[in-house]
């Protein structure tokens, strides 16, 4: 640890979540203090015990604080950002079924986005505010409304085109992480700080307790068979910790500034997720399906079932991406797709989850 990381307080935003909390162990481990924000207090007793039942030698949880903001009002954000050297923007709304109404999910990842970067530069006018800010947008606001068939691998200067075929969740990265590029372009320079992005993938890894995320919802199904076979869709996933290790080196690397960081390995399908799972597991009782689901029946079913609409529409699309620029600039060396699925798979073993 360098001398002053003991003394550089770290906001991360959502501190409830899923990377989150990876980051914030991350972040104590490596000496920064941090202050996470939450909805309401009330969860803090349980973000605590989970931070503390999962935290990694050397860290303490003496140095971290948690305080009240919600994505969709101004109160608590500026007092959440003062006299943070560094801001990590996470908060943002990832259900597991589509919301009644897109706008359900693009105000509060905009607004909110625009909230947190607005008190940032409030605070850095004040002289007390953060000198970079790093936030976490998604492959959903490069990749989608592309041919993604094979043929073009994408990286960084890609944006989503938001097509009527788009869904929700992604245009709310979409249109939150342009905003963010929008207002930080904008800042007079008493108002300026540093500001970058992280693009993750399909987010797997180790879960630190039984609450499971969004992301966790594909092992999950998988492993206690609630799906009768693989249809053709694929991601680029990668692991919980190494989204994490992006984000805390993303704080200081000298050339993150204005720059975005795909986050994520190459395409696989979710096939080679259930062959890994049926692999390891079979022999432990767990009948992971292995079949083919075919298309034709993916769009009978989606005719009454959304989930299977969502499936739909991503058929035999690639998420093709490079990673060049992450690994070249944060150092970043992500794990391999088997390590992250059977460690999800085991974190859920573990925690009873199935
Ligand atoms: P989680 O659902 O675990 O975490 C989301 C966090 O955002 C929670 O802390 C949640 O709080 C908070 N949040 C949601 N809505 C609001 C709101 N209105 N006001 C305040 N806080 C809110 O998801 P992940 O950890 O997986 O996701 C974290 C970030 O990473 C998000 O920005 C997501 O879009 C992005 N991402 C995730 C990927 C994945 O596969 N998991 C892939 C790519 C990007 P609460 O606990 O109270 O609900």
């Given at each position: 640890m360098s001398a002053p990381a003991a003394s550089q307080t770290v906001l991360v935003t959502g501190a409830s979540g899923f990377i989150a909390q990876h980051t914030i162990l991350q972040l104590l481990q490596a000496g920064f203090r941090v202050r996470g924000t939450l909805r309401?207090?009330?969860k803090e007793p349980e973000v605590r015990k989970v931070l503390g039942d999962n935290l990694p030698a050397g860290?303490?949880?003496?140095r971290l604080e948690l305080v009240a903001a919600e994505l969709?009002?101004?109160?608590g954000w500026e007092a959440a950002v003062?006299?943070?050297?560094?801001v990590v923007h996470m908060a943002s709304p990832l259900p597991s079924t589509p919301p009644a109404h897109e706008d359900d999910l693009i105000k509060p990842a905009r607004d909110g986005a625009v909230r947190v970067l607005t008190a940032a530069a409030a605070a850095r006018a004040a002289g007390d505010g953060p000198t970079r800010v790093v936030m976490t947008s998604s492959v959903a606001a490069v990749?989608?409304?592309?041919?993604?068939?094979?043929s073009k691998v994408y990286d960084e200067r890609d944006w989503s085109e938001l097509t009527p075929l788009v869904g929700a969740y992604e245009k709310s990265k979409t249109i939150a992480e342009r905003a963010a590029w929008e207002l930080v372009g904008k800042l007079p320079a008493d108002q300026r700080f540093e500001f970058c992005t992280i693009n993750p993938g399909l987010v797997l890894g180790p879960i630190l307790?039984?609450?499971?995320?969004?992301?966790a919802e594909l092992v999950r199904k998988l492993l206690k068979r609630e799906l009768p076979g693989c249809p053709n869709v694929g991601w680029a996933m990668v692991d919980v910790r190494d989204v994490a290790a992006a984000h805390v080196a993303a704080?200081?690397?000298?050339?993150?500034?204005?720059k975005r960081f795909i986050a994520a390995i190459e395409h696989a399908s979710m096939l080679d997720v259930a062959t890994i799972l049926a692999d390891k597991y079979a022999a432990r009782g767990y009948r992971v399906p292995t079949g083919k689901i075919p298309g034709w029946l993916m769009k009978v079913v989606s005719l009454w079932d959304k989930t299977a609409r969502l499936a739909v529409q991503e058929l035999g699309l690639r998420q093709d991406l490079s990673t060049k620029q992450t690994r070249e600039l944060l150092d970043w060396k992500p794990r391999p797709l088997a390590e992250m699925v059977t460690a999800m798979a085991d974190s859920m073993i573990a925690h009873r989850v199935v």
């Open positions: 309401s207090l009330a860290a303490s949880l003496d969709t009002r101004d109160d003062r006299g943070c050297r560094f990749l989608y409304g592309h041919a993604r068939d094979g307790s039984a609450d499971v995320n969004t992301s704080l200081t690397a000298p050339e993150a500034p204005g």
